[in-house]
Structures are given as C-alpha cells and as structure tokens.
C-alpha cells in the first residue's frame, strides 16, 4: 500500500516519521478525514477548507492546495472503489519544546484505503452519555485525540460504537460523530462555535432538513429532555447518517426509539441520493 509522504508517494512501509516529529512527540498536528464513494470523492472542497481553516488557527504554515490533486491521485492508486482519504498535517520535526520551531518544514501525510458504508441505514445503535473532557477548541481537528480515545473506547467496552458527549448538562456531540435529536418534529443540533467540530456532514443534513421542510434549530440539547426525544442520529465522515436506538447513562438505558423514526429515515433517503448520484 502506498502513502503519499513529505511531497512523494512511498509504501508505507518506507515512510519512516521521525521519533522527533511533532506530531509523534506533542500530537501537534490537524487531521481530515474525506469520504470516497464510487471511486468520486464526495464534499472534498469543504473537508479541505476545513483542513485549512484549522492549520490557520494552530500556526501551521501549509496552504493545503496541492491536496485537492493528491486526494485525487489517492482515489486513482487505491484498489476500492468506496473508501476514505486520510490527511494529517504536523508541524514538523525539530528538537522538543512547547513553543514553536521556527524553519521548519510541516510533515504531510495522505492515503486512501477501502472502507464500507454500505448498510449504515439499516443500523439502529446504542450509545453512552459520557462527559466531555476535551480542551475548548473542539472546533479544530487537532490530532490529539486523548479523550476523544477514552470515551469511544469506553463505550466499546460497554458494547456500544459511540459515545456521546455532555458539557454542563448539555449534549454536545460523539467522539467522532455530529449528534442529531429530534423532539417535536424538529431536529435539533449543538450550534457551531467551540465546543464541536463543524461536521461536514452535519452541514449537508441541516441543508437536506431545510430543503424537505423539517425544521432545524442549531440549539443545544439539554441531557435532562433526552427522554422527550423522538428520534435521534448521529452523523458523520464515518458513521453518515446511523439512527440511535438507546442512550445509556450512568447504567441505565433510555430508550430513544425501537426503530429508526421518520425523519431519520427522510434524511438518509436523501443522503444516499446525493452519495449514489456523484
Ligand atoms: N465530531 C467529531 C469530534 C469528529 O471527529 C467528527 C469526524 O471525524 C465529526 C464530528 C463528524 O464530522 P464529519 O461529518 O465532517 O466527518
């Protein structure tokens, strides 16, 4: 399997990070994630903007541009025809210190590699409510990934696939998904801002609910209404648009829906179109 590494495409195996690199020693360093379906890369403008607007606010001095070519090249040397193009920035090798180097080259990392997606809407999950011990900058892909790790690995444990995350009595998001709920008919959602990741995917169901007439409110959730909640999903480069059955928290399982609900099922319809006519 080849990697594109510091300006060339190598096997992986013959590209070495240096035990100096920032990202290896302080996970200094941003990280994208752009979904392949078909062979056709899909909203990679958005998560490459993204890449950009987050290097821009940690310092890493990268313009990124190239990549639109490189995701391409990944597309057309990878053997699969749905996958996912893995980018990750770091600031570059240099002795250890906390503040940053200076002429130093940032590493660059990308690959693609075959994933499924098939099936996502046929799931119905169960999740964890754990608490959000990440920094204040949720809205930077930073590649330290620390209590992101820890609260997803917890949920495994507990047999589930994703945790969801509760700030102050409100929900925030999952470890690597944008989370959905849905009472009274509308959906709602965390607002953007720094307590979540701007979900690529979370903007293409805003606009799919606006476009259908289900109403949207960028509002958080409070976790004490959970019960009220008809339907929830959650979102994602990963998971795209998976239904959640239940919602453990502290032990106990508050049942959301025993199947995927009407709105749930109107926003994956149009979601799989969109995907399907790339
Ligand atoms: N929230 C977090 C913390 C994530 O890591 C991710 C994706 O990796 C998401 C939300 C979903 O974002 P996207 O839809 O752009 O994949």
């Known amino acids: 399997k080849e990697v594109f590494f510091n300006g060339e495409w190598l096997p992986s195996q013959a590209a070495a990070v240096s035990v100096f690199d920032r990202g290896f020693m302080l996970g200094d360093g941003i990280y994208e994630v752009i979904p392949v379906y078909g062979r056709q890369p899909f909203t990679m403008e958005a998560h490459l903007g993204r890449l950009r607007e987050g290097l821009h606010a940690v310092g890493i001095h990268y313009t990124a ?69 990440r920094w204040h900058r949720c809205d930077i892909k930073s590649i330290s990934l620390m209590a992101n790790v820890l609260a997803n690995n917890a949920a495994r444990q507990a047999g589930v696939v994703e945790n969801v995350f509760e700030r102050e009595g409100w929900i925030t998001e999952g470890s690597h998904t944008s989370v959905f709920l849905v009472h009274n008919g509308t959906i709602y959602t965390h607002p953007k801002g720094q307590h979540i990741l701007p979900g690529i995917t979370r903007d293409i169901v805003i606009s799919i609910a606006r476009e259908t007439g289900i109403p949207v409110r960028e509002e958080a959730f409070a976790v004490a209404d959970l019960p009220r909640v008809e339907e929830a999903f959650l979102t994602g480069t990963t998971m795209q648009v998976t239904a959640i059955g239940g919602i453990w928290i502290n032990g106990r399982k508050s049942v959301v829906s025993t199947d995927r609900g009407p709105v749930t099922r109107r926003i994956q319809e149009a979601f799989i179109k969109q995907t399907n006519s790339l």
């Open 65 to 133: 541009n190239g990549l639109l070519d490189r995701v391409k090249e990944a597309v057309e040397r990878a053997e699969c025809a749905d996958g996912l193009v893995y980018i990750q920035v770091t600031r570059g090798v240099a002795p250890r210190t906390h503040y940053f180097p200076e002429g130093v080259e940032p590493t660059v990392l990308l690959y693609a590699y075959p994933f499924n997606f098939e099936g996502f809407e046929k799931k119905l999950v169960d999740v964890v409510l754990s608490p959000d011990l």
